[in-house]
């Protein structure tokens, strides 16, 4: 079993972000027998198709790494690096986008997405980004994907493009890996708007709850959040086509280890005024110790660069044989 995963380090981890993969990579971590590792990685190497200042994304980058050590991953049990460090990355995405087709990558939603409606005027390395993600995952031999719902198409595609590859060149070298999504916490949805998910991308930062958020702030955001004037039914079914609420709901199941039918059960029958502070209370009782973490590690860069240079020696290194046998099925001399 290798699990690996990535987040992006551009902007603030928000409760998507943890409530989608991060908290199971903690419970994967923890869950590990002692030889065997974890990979969880920095995407700055993706990040490049935001555009940033040199000194947002050195910032970013080191940010990013105190909010996962604040959330659990112990740099000295997982391996924990950015994917710059480790060129072994963009060399094998440069290999497999031989393998990878034009018209899978056209499929992809999240391009769609991000290209919006001008898609000659998005970046290639957008368009190529999946083929960079397959390389991340393929490279560590990864069984075990986590990630929240909207990563599954990616990992498709790293299925298909491991699959092209080993038979086109009649090697058994790439393993397949599964995503591991959480039922209830695939998509946490923005505070502003049901059908949206929550996302670092938003202009509304009243959309997302930061991990970094006081107190103060995170129960104004759930004051705020958009609701129906409806009362909770005491069914979760009863929520159908009450995307805000169903949400909401969800979040507070989750966090408290209940299930969406047993808050509804204990709020049947009252609205968002009673509901509302309770769910509050639970998320600042439930993030204030993530953010005092944080905050007590995002200075010291000497100790954050420390991590990800520790990290990354030995993620080069876990590479190396993966690297190596694909330039060699390939006949390329290196
Ligand atoms: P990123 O940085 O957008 O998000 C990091 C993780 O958070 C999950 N996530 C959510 N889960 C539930 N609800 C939400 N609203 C929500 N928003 C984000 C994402 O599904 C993801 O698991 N392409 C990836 C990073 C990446 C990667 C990889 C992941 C690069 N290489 C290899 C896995 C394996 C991304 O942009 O995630």
Redesign the pocket.
């Known amino acids: 079993m290798r699990v690996?995963?990535?987040?992006?380090p551009?902007g603030n981890l928000?409760l998507?972000?943890y409530?989608?993969?991060?908290r199971n990579w903690v419970r994967m971590q923890d869950e590990m027998d002692s030889d065997s590792r974890c990979f969880f990685f920095l995407?700055d190497m993706?990040s490049i198709t935001v555009h940033e200042t040199r000194e947002q994304r050195l910032a970013n980058v080191r940010d990013m790494t105190a909010a996962l050590v604040a959330c659990g991953i112990d740099p000295d049990r997982s391996v924990l690096f950015n994917q710059a460090r480790v060129p072994a990355h963009a060399e094998l995405c440069w290999l497999l986008n031989g393998t990878a087709r034009i018209g899978w990558l056209n499929r992809m939603t999240q391009f769609k997405d991000k290209a919006g409606k001008n898609r000659e005027g998005a970046s290639v390395g957008l368009f190529v980004?999946p083929v960079?993600?397959a390389a991340?995952?393929l490279l560590y031999q990864a069984t075990h994907?986590?990630?929240?719902?909207?990563?599954k198409q990616?990992?498709e595609l790293t299925r298909d493009i491991a699959t092209k590859f080993n038979t086109d060149f009649g090697v058994e070298l790439f393993t397949l890996p599964d995503p591991i999504i959480p039922k209830e916490?695939?998509?946490?949805?923005s505070l502003r708007d049901g059908t949206a998910?929550?996302?670092?991308s938003d202009p509304s930062d009243m959309s997302r709850i930061n991990l970094t958020d006081d107190d103060e702030t995170i129960t104004q955001k759930v004051r705020k959040a958009k609701t129906d004037p409806e009362p909770l039914p005491s069914e979760v079914a009863g929520l159908e086509g009450r995307p805000e609420a169903l949400n909401l709901v969800g979040i507070y199941a989750t966090l408290t280890g209940s299930t969406p039918d047993a808050v509804c059960g204990a709020f049947a029958g009252q609205g968002f005024g009673a509901f509302k502070p309770a769910l509050a209370e639970v998320l600042v009782d439930r993030l204030a110790p993530i953010r005092a973490r944080y905050i007590a590690l995002k200075d010291d860069h000497a100790a954050l660069d420390a991590i990800l240079e520790k990290g990354a020696a030995k993620a080069a290194q876990a590479a190396e044989p993966t690297l190596r046998g694909a330039y060699d099925a390939m006949g390329l001399m290196r």
């Open positions: 690996l995963s990535g987040i992006q551009t928000h998507g972000n409530l989608g993969a991060i995407a993706h980004y960079l993600q991340d995952v994907v986590p990630v929240g719902e909207d990563q990616h990992l916490t695939a998509r946490i949805m998910k929550m996302s670092k």
